[in-house]
Each structure stands twice: as C-alpha cells, then as structure tokens.
C-alpha cells in the first residue's frame, strides 16, 4: 500500500476561522435586535381574547426562532474554535516530525547510534 502524503494548509484553517467570527457575532446581533424590536412593541396583540390566543401561539414560537437563530450562532463559533484547535494540533505534529528528523538527522551525520553497521 503506497504511503500517501498529508497535506494541511494551516494558514488556510486559520483564515476560515477567522471568518467564522464575524458570522457567529452578526446572528448573535440579529437575534438581540429582533427581540429588542418584539420588547419595544410592548402587546401588539391586543388584551381581547383573540388578541391572547395569537399571542399564545406567536410567543413560543418568536422565543423558538430566537433560540435557533442564536444556537447557529454558537454552532459558527464552535465551527471556528474547532479549526483553530485543528490548526494547532496539525503544526505542533509537524513541528514534532521536524524535531525527531532534525534529531535522526544529526545522529546519522554524528556517526551517532550504537548499531553494528559501522565500517
């Protein structure tokens, strides 16, 4: 089985994580200013019955929204904070196969090792 190389553009998670912030901060924004809006108009409904019944309904249903809107948001930051995370673990691996090259390296070029193979 031919052995494949990895390649991960870090740069590149990093850049898309960055991104993700301002997504996550705008849904966050839009479900404050929706609510904000729905307070500010106090009881459109009405006090009468059917003022009640539509506001039976329409509540749980505004609150819903409300808390989907900002469960993507919370979604979009996790996306973020998971590619930063991705980023860190794929260069602290890199860094630690250059480290154990550079080690072997330097003892191959030392004539380092305690093997039989010399000449």
């Known amino acids: ?5 990895l ?9 898309a994580a960055g991104a993700l912030g ?14 904000h809006q ?11 019955k059917f003022g009640q019944q539509f506001k039976g309904k329409h509540d749980p249903q505004s609150a819903l929204v409300r808390s989907g809107v900002l469960g993507v948001g919370t979604a979009v930051t996790n996306a973020g904070q998971g590619l ?3 980023s860190d673990v794929f260069e602290a691996a890199e860094d ?4 154990t090259a550079t080690r072997l390296n330097d003892q191959l070029n030392e004539g380092g ?6 000449r």
């Open 38 to 48: 729905l307070e500010a108009l106090n009881d459109p409904a009405g006090n009468d």
């Open 22 to 35: 301002p997504v996550a901060e705008r849904l966050r924004l839009l479900a404050e200013g929706v609510q």
């Open 1 to 5: 089985m031919p052995q494949e190389n």
């Open 84 to 86: 930063e995370s991705l």
């Open 96 to 99: 630690g196969a250059r480290s």
């Open 113 to 118: 090792g305690k093997g039989g193979g010399g």
């Open 7 to 15: 390649r991960v553009d870090t740069d590149g998670l990093l850049r």
